[in-house]
């Protein structure tokens, strides 16, 4: 998974860097709005929920910023929004971050920069947008409080173009994001904490533990917040949604076991949920896990 920090570096050079043109007032589109279903786990990141993570995610993929820029980082992002699967030894991403971006067009760094090329994109509704590609990576500034990135960054646009239609018109009914409304709503509910969900969780559970575990999972989401006590560790809430109480049985200890629990962790079991509360895991043990 360790390929896609390159996606992250980029994302923040950009971030820094980058204006973005003026848009329609009265566009609400939110960065969650863009990410599409092709995605088998998928993550919201509050900054306010661990700024030592945002912090820590800056340094630890571009070490040759000053203080003072990381700094104007962490204050223009609000929220990271980014959906992963996992393909053979490849893991694609796909990042949408609702950030505060200047409005005006900075200096030239980035068409100065020979490794970043640019394009224009024109949407189905003939709007244009200028896309940088960097690598394998592709990343846009479709309004002046989000950008997107990495996998189908076109197809992103269009749904951009497309909300923005629907609230200009002020036609909510026929508002649609992609991702599975259960999804959605807990993502975008994150706020004092960092949310995960995997639709997928096969492929979850095998970015989770390296091995290739089938324990017949619907779904897997959870929580994660800074532990007051010790702030070098999480507490993180799990809920793992088994097909069938037969499965659940099966699957509790071998996930007991893959999380390492201790007395701490409140468990329990409501139908086909086996609900994980309070377990302690160190940050780094948890970036690892997610690659960060």
């Known amino acids: 998974m360790k390929k896609h920090s390159k996606y992250l570096v980029f994302l923040l050079i950009i971030l820094l860097f980058a204006g973005c043109k003026t848009l329609p007032a009265g566009s609400k589109v939110k960065a969650i709005d863009l990410l599409d279903d092709n995605s088998s786990f998928f993550i919201a990141i509050p900054a306010k929920a661990d700024l030592e993570l945002v912090d820590y995610i800056i340094s630890n993929n571009i070490s040759e910023l000053s203080d003072s820029d990381k700094e104007l980082i962490e204050k223009r992002i609000d929220k990271i929004y980014c959906g992963l699967s996992r393909q053979r030894n490849n893991t694609q991403i796909q990042v949408s971050v609702d950030a505060n971006i200047p409005s005006k067009i900075v200096s030239g760094k980035l068409n100065k920069n020979k490794n970043v090329k640019s394009y224009s994109y024109k949407t189905p509704l003939d709007n244009t947008y200028k896309v940088y590609k960097y690598e394998d990576l592709d990343i846009a500034f479709p309004s002046n409080n989000l950008f997107c990135g990495g996998r189908d960054v076109a197809s992103m646009l269009d749904t951009y173009d497309e909300f923005s239609k629907v609230y200009i018109e002020n036609d909510i009914e026929q508002l649609n994001p992609a991702l599975d409304e259960d999804i959605y709503n807990y993502l975008l509910s994150a706020e004092n904490e960092i949310c995960f969900y995997a639709n997928k969780p096969q492929s979850f559970l095998t970015i989770l533990t390296g091995t290739q575990l089938d324990l017949k999972l619907n779904y897997v989401k959870g929580s994660f917040t800074v532990d007051e006590q010790h702030p070098n560790q999480y507490i993180l809430d799990l809920d793992f949604n088994f ?38 895991l160190n940050k780094q043990q948890l970036y690892k896990i997610f690659s960060i």
């Open 243 to 280: 097909k069938n109480d037969k499965y659940l049985k099966a699957g509790k200890a071998l996930l007991s076991l893959a999380f390492s629990l201790t007395g701490s962790a409140n468990l329990e079991i409501i139908d086909n949920d086996f609900i994980i509360k309070g377990a302690k």
